[in-house]
């Protein structure tokens, strides 16, 4: 393998490497960030359904010694067991986080109730509610927010010993903002944790990623010198087959090279046009030396099997794909402009665009060049017979772009230095395969 091309690929990879490190630290921090957000709110989520499942949990636990004095009064009920149960409600509500209370009969009429001092406009600011609560036989909490505090309105069924309701309680639970708090903290670290697991967790996937990425660079690497290695190989065994010298695949991709600059064509276009050029006559590998080297002119029979190079050429690198590209000038490359030629007539913008480029710089390098049957001609006449075919054999406007520049293009290309020709065209696969 040439150093030029050895340097074009130690070139790709390291440009791979660069791009893979900002392409990988951008998607893992975005993936961290997703993550994050994710797996965070699922965690505050969580955290909020614990601290009101905590909050519910204790408010039915504060309300349990209410259920027992009006248990106890609805049993006998009396002045003395009311006065007795006023007094013990009284005395409750003063040790605990409840601010209210408020005990019912099954009539929902009111047999007492208590509430703290501080907690009067409190009361009033808090949602009013409906009887619809007194036909549940469960217990039912609902969650109230003032200002920034937590309350809850916790209805509590009373049954005697046969399961039938006789009675109620409603209270007004005020959440201790410790408590609170304390859980909101606990919330906030493990979110601050999960956010540093994740990024943890990217830090060390970074590196294993890279490590593995280099591993595959290293067999791209062989790859394509596999692929570029294959390219030249093959042009060249057509080549030495047909003129002993690779001069004439490295003149015919250079101006198909010049021509498809001029034109603007996408890089991918050039890739496909590289290789078509340089293997444009590789069908011809399968040609018999008697009609490939005949130095005169071939009979009719004789061109017709010629004229299936094409189809030979096609069928050699149809099932590789780092090929396919390389299929509109190996199979199209002696097509005309007006449907004459082969092997398929096509006419006009239905020949691939790289097929009507490569046409021209093909069949004025065949002019300008010696061949076994015939000598070179000057540059005026190789230029006055492009001209005469313009329109006919080529795309009008390919060709008369071409008869602009030929000159410079001639002066550039149209040598016998091989090695020469050999390290532009280097350069140009340095520039394009990149």
């Known amino acids: 393998m040439s150093e030029p091309f050895g340097h074009l690929v130690e070139g790709v990879c390291i440009s791979m490497i660069e791009n893979l490190h900002k392409w990988l630290i951008t998607r893992l921090v975005l993936a961290w960030i997703v993550l994050s957000l994710l797996i965070g709110v699922l965690v505050n989520y969580f955290g909020n359904a614990r601290l009101d499942n905590h909050v519910v949990n204790m408010a039915k636990t504060e309300t349990a010694s209410y259920r027992d004095a009006i248990v106890s009064y609805l049993k006998s009920p009396s002045q003395q067991s009311l006065a007795e149960l006023n007094r013990r409600i009284q005395v409750e509500i003063e040790q605990d986080n409840l601010i209210a209370v408020e005990f019912y009969d099954a009539g929902s009429r009111k047999i007492a109730e208590a509430i703290k001092p501080s907690a009067r406009e ?43 309701k006789i009675g109620y309680l409603e209270g007004i639970y005020h959440a ?23 990024f943890a967790t990217s830090l060390v996937l970074y590196p294993l990623i890279i490590r593995l990425n280099k591993r595959l660079l290293d067999y791209s690497r062989n790859l394509a010198l596999t692929n570029i290695g294959m390219l030249k190989v093959l042009g060249s065994a057509i080549a030495k087959r047909d003129s002993d010298t690779n001069i004439h695949n490295y003149r015919v991709t250079l101006y198909s090279v010049r021509i498809g600059e001029k034109l603007g064509l996408a890089n991918n276009q050039m890739k496909g046009l590289i290789k078509g050029a340089f293997l ?46 390389a299929l509109d000038v190996v199979g199209g490359h002696h097509e005309k402009y007006d449907g004459s030629g082969y092997p398929n007539s096509l006419a006009q913008s239905n020949i691939p665009l790289n097929a009507r480029i490569f046409a021209v710089a093909d069949v004025f390098d065949a002019l300008t060049s010696r061949r076994p049957y015939k000598e070179p001609f000057g540059y005026d006449v190789a230029l006055e017979i492009l001209r005469q075919s313009v329109g006919s054999h080529f795309d009008p406007d390919v060709a ?12 550039e290309i149209c040598t016998d230095n091989e090695p020469l020709l050999h390290q532009k065209l280097e350069l140009c696969i340095d520039q394009y395969f990149q």
């Open 280 to 325: 444009h006559d590789l069908g011809k590998i399968a040609i018999s030396d008697a009609i490939l080297l005949k130095p005169g002119k071939l009979t009719d029979e004789e061109f017709e099997v010629m004229k299936t190079h094409v189809r030979h050429g096609e069928d050699i690198i149809r099932n590789y794909d780092w090929l396919q590209d």
């Open 400 to 411: 008369r772009l071409f008869l602009d520049h030929a000159a410079d293009m001639h002066a």
């Open 122 to 164: 409190v009361e009033k600011k808090l949602p009013k509610h409906g009887t619809d609560f007194a036909d549940k036989d469960g217990i039912i909490c609902k969650k109230l927010m003032l200002d920034s505090d937590t309350y809850l309105r916790v209805f509590v069924p009373i049954m005697n010993g046969g399961g039938a």
């Open 176 to 198: 201790p903002r410790e408590t609170i708090s304390q859980i909101k903290q606990q919330i906030f670290w493990s979110l601050i944790l999960v956010v540093l697991v994740i």
